[in-house]
Nanobody
Framework: QVQLVESGGGSVQAGGSLRLSCAAS????????MGWFRQAPGKEREFVAA????????RSADSVKGRFSISRDKAKNSVYLQMNTLKPEDTAVYYC?????????????????WGQGTQVTVSS
């Protein structure tokens, strides 16, 4: 099993920045890709960004390109989401996810493990 714990959420004004962190523990050698999803109130969970084990492959949603960046620290079994120029529509619970397949998924069913989520609130 793999456990994922997110941190770094909070409240910020529009235009501000936040950095989310996700630490993996347990059978981390199984993990290939790690990603971030988010779920706003009344909406389905959606893909935000993902990264491969070595960091050579990244994927991101069109809605966050140019504003969010994903990175990974293999030694710390951690993944980060740097969020800049935040907008009120970025308000959501952000979830970290880990995948064991040798691809970088952009859909929920591609991931095997999930964190509990961290709240991000952006005020106008």
């Amino acid at each position: 099993q793999v456990q994922l714990v997110e941190s770094g959420g909070g409240s910020v004004q529009a235009g501000g920045s936040l950095r989310l962190s996700c630490a993996a523990s347990g059978r981390t050698f199984n993990i290939y890709a790690m990603g971030w999803f988010r779920q706003a109130p009344g909406k389905e969970r959606e893909f935000v960004a993902a990264i491969s084990r070595g960091g050579g492959t990244t994927r991101s949603a069109d809605s966050v390109k140019g504003r969010f960046s994903i990175s990974r620290d293999k030694a710390k079994n951690s993944v980060y989401l740097q969020m800049n120029t935040l907008k009120p529509e970025d308000t959501a619970v952000y979830y970290c996810a880990a995948a064991t397949g040798l691809v970088v998924p952009t859909i929920e069913r591609g991931y095997d493990y999930w964190g509990q989520g961290t709240q991000v609130t952006v005020s106008s």
